[in-house]
């Protein structure tokens, strides 16, 4: 883990995230990626902040270690990286399950977007302070 701020959030496998093989379904992890970070997100940036921007993935890298079934539990902790490179920066999110033990693993490139503009833009040093 990181010597970065950590924002935990927890999750419960519904039946409805369970594939044919009787465990969380890829698509399921990759959509509580993006639940975590957005929550993070909202729970860090100032109410203007968060209607200014938006972020978007670029890149995911995901490593799925465990299987996790019907009911099971998982916090997730998730904490940026180094500092931004212009509109981009990297997150890591680690689903830890009650054993403690990781079930998942992720580093995801996101990008931030103005909302007036529609396009990239540079992330200011008053976000930055926020997550590092």
């Given at each position: 883990?990181?010597?970065?701020?950590?924002?935990?959030?927890?999750?419960?496998?519904?039946?409805?995230?369970?594939?044919?093989?009787?465990?969380?379904?890829?698509?399921?992890?990759?959509?509580?990626?993006?639940?975590?970070?957005?929550?993070?997100?909202?729970?860090?940036?100032?109410p203007g902040q968060v209607a200014a921007y938006v972020w978007v993935v670029t890149?995911?890298?995901?490593?799925?270690?465990?299987?996790?079934?019907?009911?099971?539990?998982?916090?997730?902790?998730?904490?940026?990286?180094?500092?931004?490179?212009?509109?981009?920066?990297d997150r890591f999110i680690e689903f830890i399950g009650e054993d403690g033990k990781?079930?998942?693993?992720?580093?995801?490139?996101?990008?931030?977007?103005?909302?007036?503009?529609?396009?990239?833009?540079?992330?200011?040093q008053a976000i930055t302070e926020r997550f590092l």
């Amino acid at each position: 883990m990181s010597d970065r701020p950590v924002f935990e959030m927890g999750f419960e496998a519904t039946e409805a995230e369970i594939d044919e093989l009787g465990h969380v379904n890829n698509a399921a992890w990759v959509r509580w990626i993006q639940d975590v970070a957005t929550a993070h997100w909202v729970s860090a940036a100032t109410p203007g902040q968060v209607a200014a921007y938006v972020w978007v993935v670029t890149r995911h890298e995901i490593d799925y270690l465990r299987a996790l079934g019907p009911g099971g539990r998982v916090t997730a902790r998730t904490w940026v990286g180094d500092a931004p490179t212009g509109a981009r920066f990297d997150r890591f999110i680690e689903f830890i399950g009650e054993d403690g033990k990781p079930h998942v693993r992720s580093r995801t490139t996101w990008a931030m977007i103005d909302v007036a503009s529609g396009r990239p833009a540079r992330i200011p040093q008053a976000i930055t302070e926020r997550f590092l």
